[in-house]
């Protein structure tokens, strides 16, 4: 709302002799914009997890949009729930950087070690799961 608010605003100025002026709220509104994107991403990102998990626990659909459950869940254990969120991330910079350096190599190697990684991710949710919801 407060970027469409600042959209507004450069609109309206740049119909009068505020030209510059208009130029410059619409790049603060499309930083502003960008930013939010960025960060709400990021923080789905991060909840990802937690909400497959709880999902997983609950087996209903709407368990799977509590968001304050799901940061309970990542209190729990914070150390290792960060350990779940960052391994794909460095896992997907390894491969990517093998599928760069060994050119047709990496792209056979690519799919696998990307399912290898999804797959250390689920037991790494299993594993917490086990050590602190049972």
Same mark, same amino acid.
């Given at each position: 709302?407060?970027?469409?608010?600042? #959209?507004? &605003?450069?609109?309206?100025?740049?119909?009068?002799? &505020?030209?510059?002026?208009?130029?410059?709220?619409?790049l603060?509104?499309?930083l502003?914009?960008?930013?939010?994107v960025?960060?709400?991403?990021f923080?789905?990102?991060?909840?990802?997890?937690?909400?497959?998990?709880?999902?997983?626990?609950?087996?209903?659909?709407?368990?799977?949009?509590?968001?304050?459950?799901?940061?309970?869940?990542?209190?729990? &254990?914070?150390?290792?729930?960060?350990?779940?969120?960052?391994?794909?991330?460095?896992?997907?910079?390894? #491969?990517?950087?093998?599928?760069?350096?060994?050119?047709?190599l &990496?792209?056979?190697?690519?799919?696998p070690?990307?399912?290898?990684i999804?797959?250390?991710?689920?037991?790494?949710?299993?594993n917490?799961y086990?050590?602190?919801?049972?």
């Amino acid at each position: 709302m407060v970027v469409a608010m600042t #959209v507004g &605003g450069a609109i309206a100025l740049g119909g009068s002799d &505020g030209g510059q002026q208009a130029q410059g709220l619409a790049l603060v509104a499309a930083l502003l914009g960008f930013l939010l994107v960025l960060f709400g991403s990021f923080a789905l990102a991060f909840l990802m997890p937690a909400m497959m998990l709880r999902y997983a626990m609950t087996e209903q659909i709407g368990s799977f949009f509590d968001f304050s459950t799901a940061i309970a869940d990542i209190k729990q &254990g914070f150390g290792d729930y960060l350990m779940i969120f960052f391994f794909p991330i460095l896992g997907s910079l390894a #491969v990517g950087m093998l599928g760069a350096v060994t050119f047709g190599l &990496g792209l056979v190697l690519s799919i696998p070690a990307t399912v290898l990684i999804m797959y250390i991710q689920a037991r790494m949710i299993g594993n917490y799961y086990r050590a602190y919801f049972m």
